[in-house]
């Protein structure tokens, strides 16, 4: 990965963020974690991260991308806030699900 050196520590929101962005197996483990842990299904969850990414990295001619524009921007928060209003407007299951709980990146990176 990216900007983070084994033994220096949590990466910060800015890092994570970067990782993530820039990174198509950090955004596969996420939805592989949504899939096991909360039941998505794997198209829709695929989807909904692709919509994700676009829109986060979406940037205007010379100004900064979306995420680098926000002064705080904590990618698993925003990612789990994104999908819980997606299920809240009937996207992604039919049952319901409760606000997002867990932490996907924590989890990833303790498998790495």
């Known amino acids: 990965m990216e900007n983070v050196r084994v ?4 990466p910060t929101h800015a890092q994570i963020a970067s990782m993530f962005f820039s990174n198509k197996e950090m955004q596969e483990k996420a939805a592989k974690w ?3 842990n909360k039941g ?3 198209g829709r969850i695929k989807h909904e991260i692709n919509e994700f990414v ?5 940037q205007k001619e010379g100004e900064k991308v979306n995420w680098q524009s926000e002064k705080g ?3 698993c928060r925003r990612l789990g806030r994104w999908l819980w209003k997606a299920e809240q407007q009937g996207k992604a299951r039919h049952e319901e699900m409760p606000k997002p709980t867990g932490n996907w990146f924590k989890d990833m990176m303790q498998e790495m």
Do not use: L
């Open 34 to 36: 949504y899939i096991d």
């Open 7 to 10: 033994g220096t520590g949590v």
């Open 40 to 42: 998505w299904n794997e």
């Open 73 to 75: 921007f904590d990618v």
């Open 54 to 58: 676009s829109y986060w990295t979406w």
